[in-house]
């Protein structure tokens, strides 16, 4: 069973930059692509970035340019640094292995307790 701990969040003002971590007790983490998702209040849960098993990030549009995920395969930890938040980026942040079947990725462990972000002047 995938156990996945979210940490990181905070309070920030708007422009400032944060760093979530995701520590993943599921073996061969390596092999797996791991993403963020996020939910704000009174909204679906929505994709925010994954990260393949090679390195390559791909992320929704409107975190482009602004959050770059990155993983270490030693630790079975994904991050996302968060640069120029917004107040819209306000949520609770998730992360979850995904798996690729039939063109579309699926997460599949269970949504852990996830980390608040709160952007706010």
């Known amino acids: 069973q995938v156990q996945l701990v979210e940490s990181g969040g905070g309070l920030v003002q708007p422009g400032e930059s944060l760093r979530l971590s995701c520590a993943a007790s599921?073996?061969?983490?390596?092999?797996?692509?791991m993403t963020w998702y996020r939910q704000a209040p009174g909204k679906e849960r929505e994709f925010v970035a994954r990260?393949?098993?090679?390195?390559?990030?791909n992320y929704a549009n409107p975190v482009k340019g602004r959050f770059t995920i990155s993983r270490d395969n030693a630790k079975n930890t994904v991050y996302l640094q968060m640069d120029n938040l917004k107040p819209e980026d306000t949520a609770r942040y998730y992360c979850?292995?995904?798996?690729?079947?039939?063109?579309?990725?699926?997460?599949?462990?269970?949504w852990g307790q996830g980390t608040q972000v709160t952007v706010s002047s």
């Open positions: 979850n292995p995904a798996e690729y079947r039939n063109g579309q990725y699926y997460v599949f462990g269970s």
């Open positions: 990260i393949t098993p090679g390195g390559d990030g």
């Open positions: 599921i073996g061969r983490f390596n092999f797996y692509t």
